[in-house]
Antibody
Framework: QITLKESGPTLVKPTQTLTLTCTFS??????????VGWIRQPPGKALEWLAL???????RYSPSLKSRLTITKDTSKNQVVLTMTNMDPVDTATYYC?????????WGQGTLVTVSS | SYELTQPPSVSVSPGQTARITCSGD??????AYWYQQKPGQAPVLVIY???ERPSGIPERFSGSSSGTTVTLTISGVQAEDEADYYC??????????FGGGTKLTVL
């Protein structure tokens, strides 16, 4: 059974850097074809894909947020870390990580991050 | 940037068929995926590779593709199907994208 869980701060101040960790079980990020992605959802709004890292350390970023995002993996710890710089109130959202084999399944439960001074 | 377009809302009566469309220029070359999201819950995959149904998803969920449009069809809609539905695909560089979501209301 594959499970993922997001962790990190629930509140960050504007201009700060957000660091989120996705801890997973039930699969290995060293297996060919496997990836972990990050997706966010502002309250009452649509899903927005952020970033994806593959088993071979290949990385993909949302073009609109690429300059602010960094995704890394620690295969030995079964973790994927997403950092987003220069946080703004519009970045307030629930942040999800998800297992990827071409599609996102399953997803973590999500973590709500509020950006406010 | 690449975009996927969905209708904001679809309404059907119980037992009827709901069809939710998703349009995008790259869809003839890229697979589409569909996710169901109920209030307060994480999204759940209901269709992958345009028309494949994951295990555990009821047979009333089906997907199809024609040109630049993919369609999620829910036959014999039940009250429990009321949710937001999102399509997702990718462009040729591997950049992922979601549609704006469709709220399915069961009247």
């Amino acid at each position: 059974q594959i499970t993922l869980k997001e962790s990190g701060p629930t509140l960050v101040k504007p201009t700060q850097t957000l660091t989120l960790t996705c801890t997973f079980s039930g699969f290995s990020l060293s297996t060919s074809g496997v990836g972990v992605g990050w997706i966010r959802q502002p309250p009452g709004k649509a899903l927005e894909w952020l970033a994806l890292i593959y088993w071979n350390d290949d990385k993909r970023y949302s073009p609109s947020l690429k300059s602010r995002l960094t995704i890394t993996k620690d295969t030995s710890k079964n973790q994927v870390v997403l950092t987003m710089t220069n946080m703004d109130p519009v970045d307030t959202a629930t942040y999800y990580c998800a297992h990827d084999v071409g599609w996102f399944d399953p997803w973590g439960q999500g973590t709500l991050v509020t950006v406010s001074s | 940037s690449y975009e996927l377009t969905q209708p904001p809302s679809v309404s059907v009566s119980p037992g009827q068929t709901a069809r939710i469309t998703c349009s995008g220029d790259a869809l003839p070359k890229q697979y589409a995926y569909w996710y169901q999201q109920k209030p307060g819950q994480a999204p759940v995959l209901v269709i992958y590779k345009d028309s494949e149904r994951p295990s555990g998803i009821p047979e009333r969920f089906s997907g199809s593709s024609s040109g630049t449009t993919v369609t999620l069809t829910i036959s014999g809609v039940q009250a429990e199907d009321e949710a937001d539905y999102y399509c997702q695909s990718a462009d040729s560089s591997g950049t992922k994208v979601f549609g704006g979501g469709t709220k399915l209301t069961v009247l």
